[in-house]
């Protein structure tokens, strides 16, 4: 079983930035690929950005290259995504979310545990 908890959600100016943590309870962190989603209102989950095991292969959807930055630390038990140059496309509740699956996968069914989720909305 994993337990997630995202943090660092908030309301800011487009333009500016937030760091958005995820703290997983389990016994071995490096097992999971790990990925942030976004839901905004009236809209289907989306995928926003992976990792791999190690961390050393990241992914993102095209609308936030450049702009979001994902990184993890297994020592620590935490994903988290840097969101700079936010925009108000961006407002949504993010998700932290895990699979054991070894291929990178952007689908939503393909991960097994999810956090709560954070808001995140941006001001224009």
């Known amino acids: 079983q994993v337990q997630l908890v995202e943090s660092g959600g908030g309301l800011v100016q487009a333009g500016g930035s937030l760091r958005l943590s995820c703290a997983a309870s389990?016994?071995?962190?490096?097992?999971?690929?790990m990925a942030w989603f976004r839901q905004g209102p009236g809209k289907e989950r989306e995928f926003v950005s992976g990792?791999?095991?190690?961390?050393?292969?990241?992914y993102y959807v095209d609308s936030v290259k450049g702009r979001f930055t994902i990184s993890r630390d297994n020592a620590k038990n935490t994903v988290s995504l840097q969101m700079n140059s936010l925009k108000s496309e961006d407002t949504a509740v993010y998700y932290c979310?895990?699979?054991?699956?070894?291929?990178?996968?952007?689908?939503?069914?393909?991960?097994?545990?999810w956090g709560q989720g954070t808001q995140v909305t941006v001001s224009s």
């Open positions: 979310a895990a699979t054991q699956l070894v291929s990178s996968t952007r689908t939503p069914r393909n991960y097994d545990y």
């Open positions: 389990v016994r071995t962190f490096s097992n999971y690929r």
């Open positions: 990792i791999s095991r190690s961390g050393g292969t990241s």
